[in-house]
């Protein structure tokens, strides 16, 4: 496959960006922009900030602005962002991101620092490269789709607590969805091959990170134009406590507890049992579940290789 290059656009057309704001993430109502908003303008963009208060108002405020922008940065989680994917594809429009949530995986998986005057930084220099979104039942999302603990683990977070605690309150919650974890079957399809398996977590991911930095697999890529799915097997709670580690690494591969594999196509199922698929931290759609890769699908502005590490 003939993947679009990575780029410097300061030089060519004009960035003219939209800069939405969630004030209801973890950092959005205190966030500093003024000084980072001017860094944009003194590196030529001409831009526009927008305070939103929910998904649809975000929508169709880059609807409307669509033949007038080329560029959306959006401040928030990776739930705001993903709300706003079927929006960027059907404009065919870039985007930005600046980590305002509490996990901010997809920041991670792009090598977009945290501190805002860093990120900022990095929209200023404008480097583009070109990402895989994946799809689920036809809705869309970035990082990684889960069922099972995963869910449970969202389940158990609130927003009080991610506010409180940023991503510690994700390890609060994994050990409150630890103590209750349910057991279920499911036949997995991918490529065209099938496999039935005993789980109590099931992760399907498009990009590296999730949950606050543990990584779907060690060798996962957000443009690899591959989606990556691990399972694992019931087990005590002791047992759970030491792979751990290998699940933070994305190292799960190494340890004969947990089926793991690579695809672009992948079907689920969970028999009579419907069972919920979240995506990004949000609920996003159920069983039976069909997932694929849209290779380089969207443009966004990320480190280039020598200025980050990013995967």
């Known amino acids: 496959m003939i993947r679009p290059s990575s780029t410097e656009q300061s030089d060519q057309t004009p960035v003219r960006a939209l800069l939405i704001v969630n004030p209801k993430s973890r950092q959005g109502a205190g966030a500093e922009l003024d000084k980072g908003i001017e860094s944009l303008r003194s590196a030529g963009m001409t831009v526009e900030h927008l305070t939103s208060h929910s998904a649809e108002e975000s929508q169709e405020a880059v609807r409307q602005r669509r033949d007038t922008i080329n560029l959306v940065i959006m401040g928030g989680g990776d739930g705001t962002i993903r709300s706003m994917a079927d929006t960027l594809l059907d404009c065919r429009l ?145 047992d759970l406590l030491l792979l751990a580690p290998l699940l933070r690494s994305g190292r799960q591969h190494i340890d004969h507890r947990v089926y793991c594999a690579t695809g672009r196509d992948i079907r689920i199922s969970t028999g009579s049992r419907t069972m919920q698929v979240h995506a990004d931290g949000e609920p996003l759609a159920q069983t039976p579940a069909h997932f694929r890769v849209r290779p380089a699908a969207l443009e966004m502005v990320a480190p280039a290789d020598g200025d980050e590490e990013y995967r």
């Open 94 to 238: 870039a985007l930005g991101v600046l980590p305002l949530g509490t996990a901010n995986d997809l920041a991670r998986s792009l090598g977009i620092p945290e501190p805002l005057d860093e990120a900022f930084g990095v929209l200023a220099r404008n480097h583009r490269r070109w990402i895989d979104v994946g799809e689920v039942n036809g809705e869309h999302f970035f990082n990684v789709a889960n069922m099972g603990l995963g869910v449970q683990v969202t389940e158990e977070l609130s927003g009080e607590g991610k506010k409180r605690w940023g991503v510690f309150s994700y390890l609060k919650a994994l050990c409150r969805a630890i103590a209750r974890r349910d057991r279920f079957t499911v036949m997995v399809t991918m490529d065209g091959e099938t496999v039935r398996l005993r789980s109590i977590q099931l992760a399907v991911g498009n990009g590296c990170y999730y949950g606050g930095g543990n990584v779907i697999h060690d060798q996962a890529r957000i443009d690899s134009g591959l989606l990556y799915i691990y399972s694992i097997r019931p087990q005590r709670v002791r």
